[in-house]
């Protein structure tokens, strides 16, 4: 006997082409069943329970395929109102988790940074675009808290850089030796907005961006 499965292989050329080339619809499908049928061999006749499962597990996979699209559906309607809603946020400014600092002629933007727990060294790192530090800053032992950091724009050798964007990661060590985690916040005036695989950004008027589920607050440029 032919199954089900073995005629949808050997015709795949001519009965299941699609957009992908190798999709099996439903009218494909009930083709290939009724060409079984009609073809099988009255002595041996299809067995009920495989025909059964064949088509179970089409339905099953056809299911699937339409859970998917209504998945995509929700997930792009979803984006579409984060970015609506993040339009909102053009002119005004927000803290957001972040590490990026931007350097222009005039001045180096700041962050700030929070300690857990008593730090007894601390140390600010400034990298560039590229992932290598240029700089590192010492600020000795801190108690917990939240503080901001300037960097003043210079590399190790006391030279100014170029202008643009970089980044500071700090290292912590409490009395122990064991390291402690910084968290770090930035600042800026939102001027963009974007979407970016899947994830609504927004542009800060320097350059940087942030994602929005990391901003913290938001403060309107009437307050």
């Known amino acids: 006997m032919t199954t089900i499965s073995s005629l949808a292989s050997s015709t795949s050329t001519s009965s299941t082409t699609s957009s992908s080339g190798t999709t099996l619809d439903s009218d494909a499908f009930l083709q290939l069943l009724i060409a079984e049928l009609q073809n099988q061999d009255p002595t041996n006749p299809a067995d009920n329970t495989e025909m059964i499962n064949q088509i179970a597990s089409f339905s099953t996979v056809e299911q699937l395929s339409a859970l998917n699209d209504t998945a995509t559906s929700i997930y792009d309607s979803l984006t579409a109102m ?74 190790y050798t006391g030279t100014e850089v170029a202008n643009g964007t970089y980044s500071v990661v700090f290292e912590a060590y409490d009395e122990d030796g064991d390291s402690l985690e910084v968290s770090t916040m930035v ?12 994830t609504t950004v927004l542009t800060l008027s320097d350059g940087r961006t942030v994602n929005l589920e990391d901003v913290y607050s938001v403060v309107s440029s009437d307050a």
């Open 82 to 155: 984060s970015l609506n809603s993040a339009v909102s946020f053009i002119g005004q400014s927000v803290l957001a988790e972040g590490d990026d600092i931007s350097k222009t002629d005039d001045a180096t933007t700041s962050v700030s940074f929070t300690l857990e727990s008593d730090a007894e060294t601390l140390t600010a790192h400034v990298y560039d675009s590229d992932g290598t530090i240029i700089n590192s800053v010492s600020l000795g032992a801190t108690d917990s808290g939240t503080y901001t950091f300037s960097w003043d724009g210079t590399n």
């Open 187 to 198: 600042a800026g005036t939102v001027s963009g907005v974007s979407v970016e695989d899947g």
